[in-house]
């Protein structure tokens, strides 16, 4: 894989985790309580795998920087156990539960198109994991790039967010007409 493709996806990554780290350290009660509401795990390991969960992501972030292969791999994995999480929740017909994407100030709800997002972002971790890096000299022209590119994908993760959160409001006013 090209160094810059390869930094702009572990910086991208990198941010992902972090946000994420910070929405739960907001409110670490409303995150415990929204892991519960998945119903995977008795109610009362929910706080000790909430903490968890939040030191996995500090890891994920600390490792893209300093073992990418290894931080990559446990983001794809954790991103794949958020995606399986939710898939479970929609096959028992919880379709209704907050996500826990947005952190406390925004309720999401689940949905296929979340399992969707956190495959494809599985996968771009899996390909910085498995996929080795091409030995070039880099410019400076590479690093505007990789930055640039990290904003796009910041922005496109935002914006997709955005969407999935208005999407049942939309649904419900389609359904109203």
């Keep these: 894989m090209d160094p810059v493709i390869d930094s702009t996806l572990r910086a991208a990554l990198a941010l992902l985790f972090a946000g994420a780290v910070q929405h739960k350290l907001r409110d670490p009660r409303h995150f415990t309580a929204t892991l519960a509401e998945y119903r995977l795990l008795p109610a009362r ?4 795998a909430a ?3 939040i030191l996995a992501e500090l890891g994920i972030v600390l490792a893209l920087a300093l073992r990418p292969t290894w931080g990559a791999a446990a983001g794809a ?6 995606g399986a999480a939710i898939a479970v ?5 919880r379709r209704y539960i907050d996500c826990g994407c947005g952190g406390p100030a925004a309720r999401r709800e689940i949905s296929g198109w979340l399992v969707v997002r956190n495959g494809l972002a599985a996968a771009a971790a899996l390909a910085v994991a498995l996929v080795p890096e091409a030995a070039r000299e880099l410019v400076w022209l590479d690093a505007c790039t990789a930055v640039a590119g990290t904003a796009m994908l910041a922005a496109c993760w935002s914006a997709t967010d955005h969407l999935l959160a208005l999407a049942p409001g939309f649904a419900r006013l389609r359904e109203a007409a």
């Excluded at 929740?89 to 017909?93: A, H, S, Y």
């Design 45 to 48: 390991l929910a706080p000790v």
């Design 77 to 82: 994995a954790l991103l794949g156990l958020y």
């Design 89 to 93: 929740n929609l096959v028992r017909g």
């Design 51 to 53: 903490a968890c969960v």
